[in-house]
């Protein structure tokens, strides 16, 4: 059963860093679509930063080049993002989740391209 389970979130000044676990069990951790989403109160669902496990080809959206950065430990079978710089649009729910296996689905930052989900973790800048 695919499971993912994150933690790292918390409340940070302007300015500071956190940095977000995603540990995953159940599934061959190699060669599928990962990423990190977050959705902040009133807002849709945004995808912040996906990474294709068999290539490490990353994405990020506009808003956090530079400041974020997805990378993943497989051999603990966890992915992270290391948000620096935080700013108080920054603030929301963050997922992990994993998509498809195949690289041509191009699932990027395409919520509706992943299937499993982890509980979110609260992340919260103030400033």
């Known amino acids: 059963q695919v499971q993912l389970v994150e933690s790292g979130g918390g409340s940070v000044q302007a300015g500071g860093s956190l940095r977000l676990s995603c540990g995953a069990s159940g599934y061959a951790y190699s060669a599928y679509w990962m990423a990190w989403f977050r959705q902040a109160p009133g807002k849709e669902r945004e995808g912040v930063a996906a990474?294709?496990?068999?290539?490490?080809?990353?994405y990020y959206v506009d808003s956090v080049k530079g400041r974020f950065t997805i990378s993943q430990d497989n051999a603990k079978s966890t992915l992270y993002l290391q948000m620096n710089s935080l700013v108080p649009e920054d603030t929301g729910v963050y997922y992990c989740?994993?998509?498809?296996?195949?690289?041509?689905?191009?699932?990027?930052?395409?919520?509706?391209?992943?299937?499993?989900w982890g509980q979110g973790t609260q992340v919260t800048v103030s400033s």
């Open positions: 990474v294709y496990l068999g290539l490490s080809t990353t």
């Open positions: 989740a994993r998509g498809p296996r195949a690289y041509s689905t191009f699932a990027r930052l395409d919520p509706a391209k992943y299937s499993y």
